[in-house]
C-alpha cells in the first residue's frame, strides 16, 4: 500500500502536496482560530507540514494519515526536527477507511477527496470523525473559468468538465449537503507556481542523477511538455481552495 514512485519522485522536495504555501497555511489556521490543545485530524496528509505548523505555532495536537510510506517518512523527520513528538502523530495507512477513535475538533481532508470517491463522501467520512459543533476542512480544485474544449479539461488533468465544479457550484454543494462554509482560503497564482512548477526543477535534477533508469523516459517527455501545459490551461483555469465547514 503506497503511491507510485513517479509521484513520489515528483514531489520529493515538497513539503506541502497541494497549492499553498506556508503563508497560505498560516492564514488559515488564524482563520479557523486554532486555540491551544485544539485536536485536529488530517486525512492524506502527505508530508505533514500543515499539521506540523499548527503545533509548533497554535498549541494543537493531532494525528495524520497517509498512504505513502515516503512522505509519512518525511512527516515523522519534520516532527523530530521540530521538537512536536509530544503533540503529532504520523501514521501509514489508508485515509479513506481511518475514523478516529475520539471524537476530534478539526477534521480535514485538503486536497484528496478521491479517499471518498468525491466531495460529497469525502465530507460523510470526516464527519465520523468529528465532535458535534467542530469544523471540517476540505481542499478542491474548481473551475476559475470555464474550459472551452476537452483539450483544455485535459490540460488540467481532468478527464470531463464535469470532474470539478465552479465555485458558485461547490460552494452550493456544501449548502445543500447540509453544512455552512464559514471560512475559506483560496490557491492564488503564486502558490500554484510553488506547487506545481518547482516539480520540474526537481524532475530535472532527478533525471540529471538518473539518466538510465525505467522511468527516465517517461519524465524527460513529462519534463518536455508540462511547462508549457500548466502555463497554457492549468495556471488560468483551476482554482484551488480549503474550505471551512460548520453543521447545520
Known sequence: MDLPPSFTI????????DPFTEQ???????AVRLRPNT???DLASGSGEMLCMWARDHGVTGTGVDISTVF???????VAELGLADRVTFRHGDA????????VDVA????????????AGTIALLERSLRPGGLLLVGEPFWRLDP?????????HATSRDDFRDLPGLVTLFGDLGWDLVEMVLADEDSWDRYVAAQWFTV?????ANPGHELAGAFRAELDTAPLRYVRYGRPYLGWGVFVLKRR
Open 10 to 17: 515528483r514531489e520529493r522536495d515538497h513539503r506541502i502536496h
Open 24 to 30: 497560505k497555511f498560516a492564514v488559515l489556521g488564524r
Open 39 to 41: 485536536t485536529v485530524l
Open 72 to 78: 509519512v517518512d518525511a512527516a515523522r523527520a519534520r
Open 96 to 103: 479513506a477507511g481511518y475514523v478516529a477513535a475520539t471524537p
Open 108 to 119: 480535514c481532508c485538503v486536497g484528496a477527496t478521491w479517499i471518498g470517491d468525491g466531495v
Open 148 to 156: 472551452p474544449d476537452q483539450e483544455t479539461v485535459e490540460g488540467c
Open 204 to 208: 530535472r535534477t532527478w533525471l540529471d
